[in-house]
T-cell receptor, first 116, second 116 residues
Framework: DGGITQSPKYLFRKEGQNVTLSCEQNLNHDAMYWYRQDPGQGLRLIYYSQIVNDFQKGDIAEGYSVSREKKESFPLTVTSAQKNPTAFYLC???????????????FGPGTRLTVL | AQTVTQSQPEMSVQEAETVTLSCTYDTSENNYYLFWYKQPPSRQMILVIRQEAYKQQNATENRFSVNFQKAAKSFSLKISDSQLGDTAMYFCAFMKHEGGFQKLVFGTGTRLLVSP
């Protein structure tokens, strides 16, 4: 089955620790994204990557880091510099065209991160 | 800056009835795309419907249809014959091309409860 997987589903972190959230897709999509969701708010973009070995900051990148060494994988590291990391994190992917047509983003099941 | 406003934090409807969720957005662009995503209790974001701004015809997907009013910058979602499985958060999202990147901007969501 084609899709996007995220692991773990729940993650607990002690203050001062870095943690890495996994995102894998087998849809052959070029572009991948990380969003953060807080109660009462919509999704906010953390980082995105349009091709392998390239990624860009989104609207709330401070305290986060990413890598894109493989097309299928886009892990997100939440560092100790992120002041309020408790949130729901969603990964998405899409095709990538420069033609002006929109590429629909498809989402993974998410990871709930809680800082203890 | 583009913003998306969903003015109804919560709505309820009885099974088999019709409900309309509202969404307005603000943009100076002429070419853009609009989406409705559904987030059930599982928290996975699922695409419901999309609309291209250059198309005057309203998009339809089975029981889901939109009323797209470009001049008014309004993009409401109508759910006909509501089912219990429609209970979810619904997010309206606006997409535009920004420096070669397709950016999704989300509203804060409407929580829909379908009751028997």
């Amino acid at each position: 089955d084609g899709g996007i997987t995220q692991s773990p589903k729940y993650l607990f972190r002690k203050e001062g620790q870095n943690v890495t959230l996994s995102c894998e897709q087998n849809l052959n999509h070029d572009a991948m994204y990380w969003y953060r969701q807080d109660p009462g708010q919509g999704l906010r973009l953390i980082y995105y990557s349009q091709i392998v070995n390239d990624f860009q900051k989104g609207d709330i990148a401070e305290g986060y880091s990413v890598s894109r060494e493989k097309k299928e994988s886009f892990p997100l590291t939440v560092t100790s510099a992120q002041k309020n990391p408790t949130a729901f994190y969603l990964c998405a992917s899409s095709t990538y065209r420069t033609s002006g047509r929109a590429d629909t983003q498809y989402f993974g099941p998410g990871t709930r991160l809680t800082v203890l | 800056a583009q913003t998306v406003t969903q003015s109804q934090p919560e709505m309820s409807v009885q099974e088999a009835e019709t409900v309309t969720l509202s969404c307005t957005y603000d943009t100076s662009e002429n070419n853009y795309y609009l989406f409705w995503y559904k987030q059930p209790p599982s928290r996975q974001m699922i695409l419901v419907i999309r609309q291209e701004a250059y198309k005057q015809q309203n998009a339809t997907e089975n029981r889901f249809s939109v009323n797209f009013q470009k001049a008014a910058k309004s993009f409401s979602l109508k759910i006909s014959d509501s089912q219990l499985g429609d209970t979810a958060m619904y997010f309206c999202a606006f997409m535009k091309h920004e420096g070669g990147f397709q950016k999704l901007v989300f509203g804060t969501g409407t929580r829909l409860l379908v009751s028997p």
